[in-house]
T-cell receptor, first 112, second 113 residues
Framework: QKEVEQDPGPLSVPEGAIVSLNCTYS??????FMWYRQYSRKGPELLMY????GNKEDGRFTAQVDKSSKYISLFIRDSQPSDSATYLC????????????FGSGTRLSIRP | NAGVTQTPKFQVLKTGQSMTLQCAQD?????MSWYRQDPGMGLRLIHY???????DQGEVPNGYNVSRSTTEDFPLRLLSAAPSQTSVYFC????????????FGPGTRLTVL
């Protein structure tokens, strides 16, 4: 079993829709949770990160962590065609942890 | 700041050949990592380093060697390339105190025939 599971999609939604992306994990030691965005043929870029459980909001993006269920989510409001990309969740066990484990990524397409 | 740079961008090898993928960063980051990305597999950690002279294995280290003689450079060596090593390789770096914000290079697309 993989430490981090993520639905690969693809996910296609109309412009303006609310998008929900999710990951589950098995390692209860994970404390830092991140979302990366990767455009086609580019390297991933950090979008958001959260520590432990709770919500974090940044503009149209909201990250949620539920440690009791080992489940994290990324919500995108008012989705735009420029949000079309692959979204990867990532996790680590500590702030100075050397290993960051990634999910397989969800490919998202926003239709104009 | 150039950030994280990788060379070459593309490479085709024959089975059994060796080569080195280069990675450099100019941000004085302590941590550097190599990942490979395959369809449906996400990013898998190959090797990582927490500082000059210190390296360790990740999830998929077999067939790859690394060394870290300086803070800036972290080359990845394929000793005897195999078709299973066809992939996109990403180098990443981060500061020890940056709470996991990694900066990725543009990637190297490697095909092994």
């Amino acid at each position: 079993q993989k430490e981090v599971e993520q639905d690969p999609g693809p996910l296609s939604v109309p412009e303006g829709a609310i998008v929900s992306l999710n990951c589950t994990y098995s390692n209860s030691a994970f404390q830092y949770f991140m979302w990366y965005r990767q455009y086609s043929r580019k390297g991933p870029e950090l979008l958001m990160y959260t520590y432990s459980s709770g919500n974090k909001e940044d503009g149209r993006f909201t990250a949620q962590v539920d440690k009791s269920s080992k489940y994290i989510s990324l919500f995108i409001r008012d989705s735009q065609p420029s949000d079309s990309a692959t979204y990867l969740c990532a996790m680590s066990a500590g702030s100075s942890a050397s290993k960051i484990i990634f999910g397989s990524g969800t490919r998202l397409s926003i239709r104009p | 700041n150039a950030g994280v740079t990788q060379t070459p961008k593309f490479q085709v090898l024959k089975t059994g050949q060796s080569m080195t993928l280069q990675c450099a960063q100019d941000m004085n980051h302590e941590y550097m990592s190599w990942y490979r990305q395959d369809p449906g597999m996400g990013l898998r950690l190959i090797h990582y380093s927490v500082g000059a002279g210190i390296t360790d294995q990740g999830e998929v280290p077999n067939g790859y060697n690394v060394s870290r003689s300086t803070t800036e450079d972290f080359p990845l060596r394929l000793l005897s390339a195999a078709p299973s090593q066809t992939s996109v390789y990403f180098c990443a770096s981060r500061a020890r105190s940056s709470y996991n914000e990694q900066f990725f290079g543009p990637g190297t697309r490697l095909t092994v025939l």
